[in-house]
C-alpha cells in the first residue's frame, strides 16, 4: 500500500471513530479538543473527507492472501 493510502486509512480510521463516538455517546472529540466550529477542526474534518475519497480506492484493490 503505498503511503498515501496508508495516511489516508488512518485518518479514515480517526474519523470513524470520531462517529462512533458522536452516534453512542454524543460527544464530539475534536470538537471538545480543537473547539467547535474552529479553523482547526474545519482542516481536520475536510482531511479525513479527503481521506474518504482517496480510500476508495481500496475497494477495487485486490488482496492477496498471506500479505
Same mark, same amino acid.
Given at each position: 500500500?503505498? /503511503?498515501?493510502?496508508?495516511?489516508? @486509512?488512518?485518518?479514515?480510521?480517526?474519523? *470513524?471513530?470520531?462517529?462512533? @463516538? !458522536?452516534?453512542?455517546?454524543? #460527544?464530539?472529540?475534536?470538537? =471538545?479538543? #480543537?473547539?467547535? *466550529? =474552529? /479553523?482547526? =477542526?474545519? !482542516?481536520?474534518? =475536510? @482531511?479525513?473527507? !479527503?481521506?474518504? +475519497?482517496?480510500? !476508495?480506492? @481500496? +475497494? #477495487?484493490?485486490? #488482496?492477496?492472501?498471506?500479505?
Amino acid at each position: 500500500m503505498q /503511503i498515501l493510502q496508508k495516511v489516508a @486509512l488512518v485518518l479514515t480510521i480517526i474519523g *470513524a471513530i470520531n462517529w462512533g @463516538l !458522536i452516534g453512542i455517546f454524543d #460527544f464530539n472529540l475534536v470538537d =471538545s479538543i #480543537f473547539g467547535t *466550529a =474552529s /479553523i482547526i =477542526s474545519r !482542516i481536520i474534518y =475536510s @482531511l479525513v473527507g !479527503i481521506a474518504g +475519497l482517496i480510500n !476508495i480506492g @481500496l +475497494l #477495487f484493490t485486490e #488482496f492477496k492472501e498471506g500479505k
